[in-house]
């Protein structure tokens, strides 16, 4: 993995580690976590730990936990956030925070950019076997306050997405069809990843985020909603993507795969920086 880290151009007021407390973490978590040290240190960022515990269904204290033994077992020190399990619940859970979603979502639907959706995730396999959304709710008007319907994000506008690049380029991209109609507001209420993480972000001022090549998509619609939102701040952050580890087979370590627990009784910090500079 070399060349993970080019040479950067500019300095940057904070980046952040955002683990999911969904499952134990993986050695890809950590490649990412140190990836995110090293660029803060060579750029001048704050770190920020943002725990994204808003699914709340599937956090379990274990996991919660799992966070900070991690980050304590590669030495890896942050700036801003919580410094254990009670610290997270009293004051940086995303439940204080929900007044924000709250107001992301009325913005949306003030502008008309959202509409309800009633589709069930075996409608959408059934008309789409890799699960894109065919957009079958979009024109049937139904009220946004109908029971049980999330609301999806109306992608009808082609905007024109710049993503700025640690070396100081920008890419100009368009939303990919994969992403058109994505939710952010499930069917219970709550924001989608794709809103709180935008949301979260802008309030606590994170100028560089750094993360894996498969959240480029996530990248896009983040910034095509903060385009609807002229959230300014967040599309003028810098995105930095890095490479995957995969397993023996070529699939991407992840918890939704099983990927094994990180080895706290060996997983020092200098076994783990080799991920970053193999020999």
Same mark, same amino acid.
């Given at each position: 993995m070399e060349g993970l880290t080019p =040479?950067?151009? /500019?300095?940057?007021?904070?980046?952040?580690?955002? !683990?999911?407390?969904?499952?134990? %973490?993986? +050695?890809?978590?950590?490649l990412s976590f140190l990836l995110t040290e090293r660029l803060a240190r060579q750029t001048g960022a704050r770190i920020l730990l943002r725990i994204d515990d808003g699914d709340t269904a599937r956090v379990r204290p274990a996991y919660v936990?799992?966070?900070?033994? =991690?980050?304590? /077992?590669?030495?890896?020190?942050?700036?801003?956030? !919580?410094?254990?399990?009670?610290? %997270?619940? +009293?004051?940086?859970?995303?439940?204080?925070?929900?007044?924000?979603?709250s107001r992301y979502l009325d913005a949306l639907r003030a502008g008309n950019h959202v509409y309800a959706c009633t589709c069930s995730r075996a409608d959408v396999l059934r008309e789409s076997a890799d699960g894109t959304y065919s957009g079958r709710c979009r024109h049937r008007d139904l009220p946004l306050d109908t029971v049980g319907a999330s609301w999806r994000l109306n992608t009808d506008t082609d905007l024109v997405l710049e993503v700025r690049q640690l070396d100081g380029t920008v890419s100009v991209e368009r939303l990919p069809v994969d992403m058109h109609d994505v939710v952010v507001r499930k069917k219970d209420g709550m924001p989608s990843y794709q809103l709180s993480s935008i949301a979260d972000d802008v309030y606590f001022g994170v100028d560089l985020v750094v993360r894996g090549q498969d959240l480029w998509p996530s990248t896009l619609v983040q910034l095509y909603i903060a385009r609807l939102l002229s959230l300014d701040a967040?599309?003028?952050?810098?995105?930095?993507?890095?490479?995957?580890?995969?397993?023996?087979?070529?699939?991407?370590?992840?918890?939704?795969?099983?990927?094994?627990?990180?080895?706290?009784?060996?997983?020092?910090?200098?076994?783990?920086?080799r991920l970053l500079n193999p020999v």
């Open positions: =040479t950067p151009v /500019a300095r940057f007021a904070k980046t952040r580690l955002a !683990p999911t407390p969904s499952g134990y %973490l993986h +050695a890809g978590n950590v936990q799992h966070i900070f033994d =991690t980050l304590a /077992a590669i030495n890896v020190h942050c700036d801003e956030g !919580p410094r254990d399990a009670a610290d %997270l619940d +009293a004051r940086w859970s995303q439940r204080h925070r929900a007044h924000l979603y967040f599309a003028a952050a810098t995105f930095v993507h890095h490479p995957l580890l995969k397993d023996d087979d070529g699939a991407k370590l992840s918890k939704s795969t099983g990927a094994a627990p990180v080895d706290l009784r060996t997983a020092g910090r200098e076994a783990l920086m």
